[in-house]
């Protein structure tokens, strides 16, 4: 099943380049192996409800990947997710990973970004589903209908009013608070969903008014419909 390996880096809490309208952050370096599929989930924090995001393509250092969105949501209330992924084909040493969002206002930072290292996965992950929402509930379990056995499923999420304590799961969350504004967190569950059917991760807000954003994804197993979509073409 698809299993996040230990080379994955600490989640970044980004920062506002002052003057530009972007949140940016860059992960610490670390070493990818070969055939894994790097996902970079970012948290968009604006300074005001309205503002509207251009999501900018991540960057790598060694070699060059491909990166392709494959979520997006903005709520109008404040608050974003984005989620892109790239296929690292060969094993890299010391590489890093480097995203940002453009706002039309100010961007506040202090969110999070994770850029997580997934193996056992299948190579092709094009059928692989996804999900978004917005909602104000504080007991969130949001998923997708997977499209394979033995896929995995995360969770990115931002809450963009409730700033204290940290989300908590019954799931596997790294969560964190930006104590000025908001909180977030990425949720996965730790086992691999079994067959096709819709899977959700936990998520629990503290306490306020919640202004969530969330956005879902399956990750494909080796071996699976994604990986041998090929043969079927």
Not at 77 to 102: D, E, K, P
Not at 111 to 124: I, L, R
Not at 206 to 215: D, K, L, M, P, W
């Given at each position: 099943m698809?299993?996040?390996?230990?080379?994955?880096?600490?989640?970044?809490?980004?920062?506002?380049?002052?003057?530009?309208?972007?949140?940016?952050?860059?992960?610490?370096?670390?070493?990818?192996?070969?055939?894994?599929?790097?996902?970079?989930?970012?948290?968009?924090?604006?300074?005001?409800?309205?503002?509207?995001?251009?999501?900018?393509?991540?960057?790598?250092?060694?070699?060059?990947?491909?990166?392709?969105?494959?979520?997006?949501?903005?709520?109008?209330?404040?608050?974003?997710?984005?989620?892109?992924?790239?296929?690292?084909?060969?094993?890299?040493?010391?590489?890093?990973?480097?995203g940002?969002?453009?706002?039309?206002?100010?961007?506040?930072?202090?969110?999070?970004?994770?850029?997580?290292?997934?193996?056992?996965?299948?190579?092709?992950?094009?059928?692989?589903?996804?999900?978004?929402t917005?909602?104000?509930?504080?007991?969130?379990?949001?998923?997708?209908?997977?499209?394979?056995?033995?896929?995995?499923?995360?969770?990115?999420?931002?809450?963009?009013?409730?700033?204290?304590?940290?989300?908590?799961?019954?799931?596997?969350?790294?969560?964190?608070?930006?104590?000025?504004?908001?909180?977030?967190?990425?949720?996965?569950?730790?086992?691999?969903?079994?067959?096709?059917?819709?899977?959700?991760c936990?998520?629990?807000?503290?306490?306020?008014?919640?202004?969530?954003?969330?956005?879902?994804?399956?990750?494909?197993?080796?071996?699976?419909?994604?990986?041998?979509?090929?043969?079927?073409?």
């Amino acid at each position: 099943m698809p299993t996040r390996d230990a080379s994955s880096p600490a989640r970044v809490s980004t920062t506002n380049d002052v003057g530009t309208n972007r949140e940016s952050g860059t992960t610490a370096s670390f070493s990818p192996p070969s055939n894994s599929w790097l996902y970079l989930s970012w948290l968009g924090n604006p300074v005001s409800v309205g503002a509207t995001p251009t999501y900018e393509t991540p960057t790598n250092t060694g070699t060059g990947l491909t990166w392709s969105k494959i979520l997006d949501i903005n709520n109008a209330s404040g608050g974003a997710v984005v989620v892109w992924r790239a296929y690292n084909s060969s094993a890299q040493a010391g590489i890093t990973v480097s995203g940002s969002i453009l706002w039309t206002v100010d961007g506040l930072g202090g969110s999070g970004m994770w850029v997580d290292v997934w193996t056992g996965c299948a190579s092709d992950q094009s059928t692989a589903a996804t999900a978004t929402t917005t909602n104000t509930t504080t007991t969130n379990n949001f998923g997708v209908t997977t499209t394979a056995t033995g896929s995995r499923v995360v969770l990115a999420a931002i809450d963009w009013n409730v700033t204290t304590p940290a989300p908590t799961s019954s799931d596997t969350i790294d969560g964190y608070t930006n104590a000025s504004f908001s909180s977030g967190g990425r949720v996965y569950n730790t086992s691999d969903s079994g067959a096709p059917g819709a899977v959700t991760c936990n998520l629990v807000w503290g306490s306020g008014a919640v202004i969530g954003s969330y956005g879902a994804y399956e990750i494909l197993a080796a071996g699976t419909a994604g990986n041998l979509a090929w043969i079927r073409a």
